[in-house]
Nanobody, 124 residues
C-alpha cells in the first residue's frame, strides 16, 4: 500500500502562485508515475499534470500548460505542483495520485492510489 498526503493549498488572489506538495509513504520502492487532478464543485475530476517515475517525462492538460509545473524529488518521496498565473477557474480540490510505473496516465482510472486532497481557492 502507498499513502499520499497533499499540502500547500489555500486562498490566493488571481494572478498569484501556489505550490502544492505531495508526500508518499508506505511501499514506495516499486516506482510510480505521479499525477495531479482537481475537482471543482459540480464538476467531474479532471487531469492536471503527470510526471514519470524518473521525472524525465511530464505531461499537462491544455488548461494549465505554460502556467503549472510538476516536479518530483524521489529522495524525499515527494511530488510538487507549482501553479502560477492562477485564475478563479483554477479553484478546486486538488488531488495527488500514484500510478504504476510506465502508465503515463491522464485518466483517473489509470491511478491506483489517491491522497485526501487539498483545497485551492483563487479569488478575483
Amino acid at each position: 500500500q502507498v499513502q499520499l498526503v497533499e499540502s500547500g493549498g489555500g486562498v490566493v488572489q488571481a494572478g498569484g502562485s501556489l505550490r502544492l506538495s505531495c508526500v508518499l509513504s508506505g511501499r514506495t520502492s516499486g516506482g510510480y508515475d505521479m499525477g495531479w487532478f482537481r475537482q471543482a464543485p459540480g464538476k467531474e475530476r479532471e487531469f492536471v499534470a503527470g510526471i514519470s517515475w524518473s521525472g524525465g517525462s511530464t505531461w499537462y492538460s491544455d488548461s494549465v500548460t505554460g502556467r503549472f509545473t510538476i516536479s518530483r524529488d524521489n529522495a524525499k518521496n515527494s511530488v510538487y505542483l507549482q501553479m502560477n498565473s492562477l485564475n478563479p477557474e483554477d479553484t478546486a480540490f486538488y488531488y495527488c495520485a500514484a500510478a504504476l510505473y510506465g502508465t503515463y496516465g491522464r485518466s483517473s482510472d489509470d491511478y491506483k492510489y489517491w491522497g485526501p486532497g487539498t483545497q485551492v481557492t483563487v479569488s478575483s
